[in-house]
């Protein structure tokens, strides 16, 4: 099989593998098209040992099943499917809180095992759910990432999410203004330095669209709130500045939540978070229910995907560093990987 391999630090190669032998309870993928997510970017850039050659990368992938191996849970060749990036045991004790997500042995497509970057994955069974019909692969590769949309507007113990500020217009921002949208119908305020990334918040249902290049964005917000904060932000950057806004920007007894990973280690003032009881949570994918249920609300065109940029997988390395570059309207790369899909 073909795939876009990341043989050594620094570098990608489209080469040659052999396909993917199966183990017990899996089924074969012939991948269909899988999404270039931030965080391989993030760790390809840094050298970081989260991901380390030689591998082959790529969780956000649909396909159809090639061979169904031993599946006893009615799963057939030639069924398309959507494999959940996060491979769960089902036995811990956050999966039987339904949290699988943080499963304490979760394994993940495209850092512990072979991913969607090649033609042919092995997935177990108990990760796939149905590729609805009627949704082209460019979008169905989307419901991973906005499984973690999901799960960031889904965090906290409070219901207040009317007035939503998004900081980062990447894909994981725009995957929570759509699920703010879509779940909540919240007021969102989204920043960004890009424009592009800006108005494709706007495609998705931001309400308003700040660019931090020319504009402030806690005037911005209070301006527009009437001197009113937000109920709910989220961090999609991650930044020492961006984690520290987010505490600025929120009210007293609001949620913040932690998405972005730019940065780890931050000083912040905690008298604030304190004194006016703010809450702050991390967020880490999305469990496999949130997955599901991310799946129901692309089937129903909740999510618009122009902004986009699909490349065959010939072009994958060049598609890579586009997105690595991350300028103007490279958002988000998918790569095609059957060019029999339909409606690709």
């Known amino acids: 099989m073909m795939a876009l391999h ?180 919240s007021t969102v305020v989204i920043s960004d330095v890009i424009q592009e990334r800006l108005n494709a918040a706007t495609t998705l249902g931001a309400n308003l669209a700040v660019n931090v290049s020319r504009q402030d964005l806690a005037s911005e917000v209070r301006n527009y709130w009437n001197e009113g904060q937000a109920e709910f932000v989220v961090d999609a950057v991650g930044s020492e500045e961006t984690k520290r806004l987010s505490l600025e920007l929120v009210e007293p007894g609001g949620t913040v939540v932690w998405l972005g990973l730019h940065e780890d280690a931050i000083q912040l003032n905690s008298y604030a978070l304190t004194l006016e009881q703010k809450c702050v949570f991390g967020s880490y994918s999305g469990s496999f229910h949130q997955f599901r249920q991310a799946a129901k609300l692309l089937a129903s065109g909740a999510l618009v995907t122009s902004w986009a940029t699909r490349y065959a997988l010939k072009d994958g390395e060049a598609g890579f560093r586009d997105m690595l570059a991350g300028k103007g309207n490279k958002i988000k790369g998918i790569l095609q990987l059957d060019e029999q899909v339909a409606n690709f």
């Open 6 to 185: 990341y043989p050594a630090w620094g570098e990608l190669k489209v080469v040659e593998l052999p396909r993917p032998t199966l183990l017990d309870g899996e089924v074969l993928v012939r991948i269909s098209a899988c999404g270039i997510c931030g965080s391989e970017l993030e760790t390809f850039r840094e050298n970081s040992a989260r991901r380390t050659p030689p591998l082959t990368m790529g969780h956000e992938f649909c396909g159809y099943i090639e061979d169904a191996g031993s599946a006893r849970n009615g799963w057939h060749k030639g069924d398309h499917v959507i494999p959940h990036a996060l491979i769960h045991c089902g036995q811990c004790t956050p999966c039987l809180r339904g949290e699988t997500n943080l499963c304490r042995k979760r394994q993940v497509f495209g850092m512990h095992r072979s991913g969607g970057f090649g033609e042919y994955v092995a997935v177990p069974e108990q990760v796939l759910i149905s590729w609805p019909d009627g949704v082209p692969a460019s979008t169905a590769i989307f419901a991973e990432p906005l499984a973690n949309g999901i799960n960031a507007l889904q965090c906290g113990p409070s219901s207040r999410k009317s007035r939503v500020v998004v900081i980062g217009a990447g894909p994981m921002g725009l995957m929570c203004v759509c699920a703010a949208k879509q779940l909540y119908e």
